[in-house]
C-alpha cells in the first residue's frame, strides 16, 4: 500500500509509505517510447477506481492533476487556489487552456517510485509516491520552467517585519523549523509566503499557495502555533511511542504550558492532561509530520498578504556552518541588499537565526 490511514489527528491523518522524495526517472522526450508508456499506464491506474481532477490556478495558469489518491488530491484542493478563488481575486475569468498536465498515481505495478516531466508536453507523471511533498515539489519545478520569461518560483518564505519584507531563499534540505516564524513574533508582522512564491519580473514577490504546507514539528519552537493546528489535516503524524516520545519528554511539559496558554478556543486546553500530552508529544516526535492548515488560522486574517511586494532584503539561506553566520552576497535579479545566511553557525536555531534576519 502506498498509503493508509493513520491514528486520527484533527480531520485526516495519512500515513505515506514514501515520506521522502522519490528518484527521478529519465527524460521522457528522450527516451523512444516511454512518454506514451507513462500515460497509458496512468491513464489506467484511474480505470475502475475513485478518480480525481482539480485545477489549480497559480499565477494565473492553470495546472491540471488527474490522480488516483484521494490524499494527494484532498492536499492539492487544500493548497492552491481554485478557479473561483482566482476570480474572487482578481475578477477576471481564467484562460481555458492548461498550463501544465499532472499525472499522480499510486498502485501501479510494474512501475517504480519515480517522478518524469516531459518539457515537450508539459505533463509531470509521480507514480507510487502518496507523500504530497513530492507532488508539491515536482509540480513546482515543473511549471517554474514554463514561466521562466515571466519570472520565477521561489522555494522559500517571506514576512513583511518592521515595515521591511524580507525573503528567504531555502536549500533543498529545507531548513526545519524555517525562520518565518520568529519574524511572525514581531508586532505588526505580516506573512506572504513559507514554500512556494513568485518573483516577478520587477522583482515584486506574490504569494500563490492557499493553504501552508509545514513540518508539524515547528511547533516545538514555537508552541503559541500548537492548538491552531488542531482542525486541520495531516500526514504522517505517528503514534506517540516510547523510543519516539522520551527523547522529547524533558522539555513537554514547558512547551504545553506555553501552547495552552495560547488556546483561546480551548482545543487543546478542554481535553485531559493525558490526551494534551499525547497530542502535542504526536506533533513534535517526527520530521516527517506534515500539516495543511489556513494561514489565516494561524496568525490572523489581516497578518497575511499576498502581495505584490518588493523584498528590501534578501537572505539565502545554506544548510551547513561557513566562515560567518551572515555574509554579503550578489544575487542575480535582486537589487535590493542580499545575504547568504550559514544555518548550521547560529546558535540556538531557530529564533536566533530570525532575530539575526530581522537585524540586517
Known sequence: MNENPGTLIGLSNVMTRASARVAPGPDPDAVPGLRDRLRTRAMRALEGRESFIHDAVIQGRRVRLF????????????????????????????????????HAMTGVDGEPEASYYSAAKSEVYLFNSSYYGDLRACSMEALGRTLSGEGRLLH???????????????????????????????????????????????????????GLYLRTSFVESYPDHAAKLLRSKFENVPDAAPALADPKMPSLQGILDQATRNDPRQLLRGLPPDRQKDLLLRLIVSADSRVMVDPAALVGKSRVTRGPAAPAAVFDLKAGRGAESVRPAKLEGFACPCFEVFTGSVAGHPRELARLIAAR
Do not use: C, Q
Not at 78 to 97: A, C, F, I, M
Not at 168 to 182: A, D, I, K, N, Q
Not at 193 to 200: I, K, Y
Open 67 to 102: 490522480s488516483n489518491s484521494h490524499h494527494l488530491a484532498d492536499f492539492w484542493r487544500e493548497n492552491w487556489p481554485g478557479e473561483s478563488d482566482w476570480k474572487t481575486l482578481t475578477g477576471r475569468p481564467l484562460p481555458r487552456e492548461t498550463t501544465l498536465t499532472v
Open 156 to 210: 522559500g518564505g517571506a514576512v513583511e517585519s518592521g515595515g521591511r519584507m524580507l525573503l528567504l531563499l531555502y536549500p533543498r534540505e529545507l531548513v526545519h523549523p524555517t525562520p518565518p516564524w520568529g519574524l511572525l513574533e514581531a508586532p505588526g508582522s505580516r506573512l506572504l509566503a513559507d514554500g512556494w512564491l513568485f518573483r516577478d519580473t520587477a522583482s515584486r514577490l506574490h504569494a500563490i499557495e492557499k
